[in-house]
């Protein structure tokens, strides 16, 4: 007989980028079927919005731990882990999901800052965070969940972001098969347009409207952007043990757009 399985109760899963969109959304569904939620992100204000959201969907009521941190510091990346294990004594899945882009050309004046912006944020964050976790993931056979792009695989000018994002696609097919005899599965996730926030500042270019995005986003086979709960379905079924044969995947999640 098949069964399913999206309880998740007694486990403990860190986001980091959680404080809104995407991490958010992600955030309170796993607290709904029973996590407890680590949020994190760079604003205390969000943050402890976020968790008491996590804790009204929470069946008993489980308060989500607050982490006010920044992923390209090394030392709030230790404490976010330390604080988790300190408070939960364990780890089950890391969900790295903070993330920035920035439009970039080769001829920008400024273009070695913006790589080491992008490259901090978007890989260097996530490796450094990986390698902290990695002994708390051990220990509970756990899961880990990259976010990436289908820039990684179809350029559109935004050359820094989509090279972090490649470069995130093959670390995690690295983790996978170094981690996978541990009983750690690792897979990426490639999102095309979501609706969130950060979307629409992007969709307005000095109060006009970007003809060149909403011309992408116009190819979109499924005729819509995609939402936050659609992400976090995935990431549901990837930390869930119906995908406990799955790890070293690629799954793209953007209506079809990478088809066009």
Avoid at 198 to 212: G, H, P, Q, T
Wanted: glycine share 8%; net charge positive; charged share 20%.
């Amino acid at each position: 007989m098949m069964t399913t399985s999206r309880d998740f109760t007694g486990k403990v899963v860190l986001i980091t980028g959680s404080s809104g969109g995407i991490g958010a959304v992600t955030a309170v569904e796993f607290s709904r079927l029973g996590a407890q939620a680590v949020v994190t992100g760079r604003r205390e204000d969000r943050v402890s919005a976020v968790a008491k959201l996590c804790a009204e969907a929470s069946p008993t009521g489980a308060k989500a731990l607050e982490v006010v941190a920044d992923v390209t510091n090394d030392d709030d990346c230790r404490r976010l882990v330390s604080d988790t294990i300190k408070t939960f004594k364990k780890l089950d899945i890391l969900v790295n999901k903070a993330g920035r882009g920035v439009g970039s050309s080769i001829r920008d004046g400024d273009i070695l800052d913006k790589y080491e912006l992008i490259m901090n944020t978007n890989l260097r964050s996530v490796v450094w965070l990986t390698h902290l976790c990695v002994e708390h993931l051990e220990k509970t056979k756990g899961n880990i969940v990259n976010m990436s792009s289908i820039l990684a695989f179809k350029p559109k000018g935004l050359f820094h972001y989509s090279m972090s994002r490649a470069a995130l696609q093959m670390f995690t097919n690295c983790v996978a098969l170094e981690l996978g005899p541990k009983g750690i599965r690792a897979n990426v996730v490639h999102l095309g347009p979501i609706n969130t926030v950060a979307m629409r500042v992007r969709l307005i270019v000095n109060n006009v409207i970007s003809d060149d995005l909403m011309e992408w986003m116009a190819k979109i086979p499924l005729g819509r952007a995609g939402e936050p709960m659609d992400v976090a379905k995935v990431l549901l079924y990837l930390t869930s043990n119906d995908a406990s044969f799955v790890t070293g995947s690629n799954f793209v999640v953007d209506g079809g757009l990478h088809t066009v």
